[in-house]
Nanobody, 123 residues
Framework: QVQLVESGGGLVQAGGSLRLSCVVS????????MGWFRQAPGKEREFASA????????AYADSVKDRFTISRDNAKNTVYLQMNSLKPEDTAVYYC????????????????WGQGTQVTDSS
């Protein structure tokens, strides 16, 4: 049983920063590609970023490119999403997800999901 637990969400003013974390347990973390998705109220879940198991390849949605940075620490079974220059439209529940090996950008390509962490613009 693979479990993913996100943390780090909260209230933040426009222009501020947050770092989300996702801890994975239950399987060998280093075998997984990890993704971050987000879902705003009334909208579909959308891709934000992903990282391959080695950390050597990453992907970003155009909406977050140059503002968000994904990274992982396989020794800690943790993936991070550093979010800078936050905008009101970044308000959403952020989910991390895991799949075997290769990066993917569609939610239905991921096998395991966390419960999500809320990021809200407080401006």
């Amino acid at each position: 049983q693979v479990q993913l637990v996100e943390s780090g969400g909260g209230l933040v003013q426009a222009g501020g920063s947050l770092r989300l974390s996702c801890v994975v347990s239950g399987r060998t973390f280093s075998n997984y590609a990890m993704g971050w998705f987000r879902q705003a109220p009334g909208k579909e879940r959308e891709f934000a970023s992903a990282i391959v198991w080695s950390g050597g390849d990453t992907a970003y949605a155009d909406s977050v490119k140059d503002r968000f940075t994904i990274s992982r620490d396989n020794a800690k079974n943790t993936v991070y999403l550093q979010m800078n220059s936050l905008k009101p439209e970044d308000t959403a529940v952020y989910y991390c997800a895991a799949r075997g090996f290769a990066i993917a950008t569609m939610p239905n390509e991921y096998d395991h999901w966390g419960q999500g962490t809320q990021v809200t613009d407080s401006s």
